[in-house]
């Protein structure tokens, strides 16, 4: 059976996206994710998306997979590609701009702006450790500033899930982090039980961040739009950040927004379509 598939990515955080509206379940395996991901022997990329039916009145549903297989909960780059991807396949008949996204974290609705961005509301920030999921500290208690033996090091770490888990530090040069050694070790750390997203952050000022990213199931990306998410509520929720930033990754700039008004984190930022082909 040939599939169809179209190559995104959103700062470089790459996607192989599938139409998968003819059916609920994934066209494919996660070890068939697995092949499809590889750089080398493969198409090459950090997950693949499926767009699939909606459920409970949304408009579509995203299943995604790490590049290692996992399945993660949500993915911010991958769901801006997923709305350039809907786009293109209503082509004359897309009626809307806002599409309401069934996802393992929930309702999420990004949104084409007339200047080729996606917005995204990626809804509330979960805080407490067992939302998370983490053993640093008490069940019902927020994680903020808590020491973490990784490495042989202490490091003040803050955890943030937006559906999907993170651990945020905030360190003096992202560029020193060696991502590769300690990304693995934060990774499978037993304190995570679900495994996290490692983000490392540089402030430049209240409203611009640095960030490097060892992400759950794929390693270093060249982006991750949780992670920025989560970063930014980690930046306010220890004062040293704005309610809005840029936050730059090695792959470009995100626009993040933890709104005073509704307490939802927005995201803005592009989605591009590299090339289609047929496996
Ligand atoms: N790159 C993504 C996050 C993808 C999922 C992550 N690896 C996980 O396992 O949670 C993003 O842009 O948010």
């Given amino acids: 059976m040939a599939i169809e598939f179209t190559k995104?990515?959103?700062?470089?955080?790459?996607?192989?996206?599938?139409?998968?509206?003819?059916?609920?379940?994934?066209?494919?395996?996660?070890e068939q994710a697995v092949k499809l991901c590889d750089r080398h022997f493969g198409i090459g990329a950090d997950g693949v998306i499926f767009a699939l039916p909606g459920e409970n009145g949304t408009d579509y549903t995203m299943r995604i997979?790490?590049?290692?297989?996992?399945?993660?909960?949500?993915?911010?780059?991958?769901?801006?590609?997923l709305a350039g991807f809907l786009a293109d396949l209503e082509g004359e008949f897309r009626n809307k701009d806002l599409y309401r996204i069934h996802t393992l974290a929930g309702v999420i609705t990004p949104q084409l702006m007339p200047d080729g961005q996606v917005k995204v509301d990626m809804g509330f920030p979960r805080l407490l450790a067992?939302?998370?999921?983490?053993?640093?500290?008490?069940?019902?208690?927020?994680?903020?500033?808590?020491?973490?033996?990784?490495?042989?090091?202490?490091?003040?770490?803050?955890?943030?899930?937006?559906?999907?888990?993170?651990?945020?530090?905030?360190?003096?040069?992202?560029?020193?982090?060696?991502?590769?050694?300690?990304?693995?070790?934060?990774e499978h750390?037993?304190?995570?039980?679900?495994?996290?997203?490692?983000?490392?952050?540089?402030?430049?000022?209240?409203?611009?961040?640095?960030?490097?990213?060892w992400e759950r199931g794929a390693g270093i990306t060249l982006a991750c739009?949780?992670?920025?998410?989560?970063?930014?509520?980690?930046?306010?929720?220890?004062?040293?950040?704005?309610?809005?930033?840029?936050?730059?990754?090695?792959?470009?700039?995100?626009?993040?927004?933890?709104s005073e008004i509704d307490q939802r984190v927005y995201m803005t930022g592009p989605a591009e379509r590299v090339f289609t082909g047929k496996l």
């Fill in 189 to 213: 750390h037993p304190a995570f039980p679900q495994r996290i997203n490692t983000e490392f952050i540089q402030l430049v000022s209240r409203d611009y961040l640095k960030m490097r990213v």
């Fill in 8 to 30: 995104y990515h959103g700062l470089g955080n790459d996607f192989i996206l599938i139409d998968n509206r003819s059916s609920s379940l994934p066209v494919l395996t996660p």
């Fill in 225 to 258: 739009g949780t992670g920025a998410c989560a970063s930014l509520v980690a930046g306010v929720l220890t004062g040293k950040c704005d309610r809005t930033a840029i936050v730059e990754l090695p792959g470009g700039p995100l626009q993040i927004e933890w």
């Fill in 130 to 186: 067992r939302e998370i999921p983490t053993t640093l500290g008490a069940a019902d208690v927020k994680v903020i500033n808590q020491p973490l033996e990784v490495a042989g090091q202490t490091w003040e770490v803050t955890c943030v899930s937006m559906g999907n888990p993170h651990c945020i530090t905030f360190v003096e040069d992202v560029v020193a982090i060696s991502l590769e050694t300690i990304g693995p070790l934060f």
């Fill in 65 to 81: 997979f790490n590049s290692d297989g996992s399945e993660p909960e949500m993915c911010g780059n991958g769901i801006r590609c």
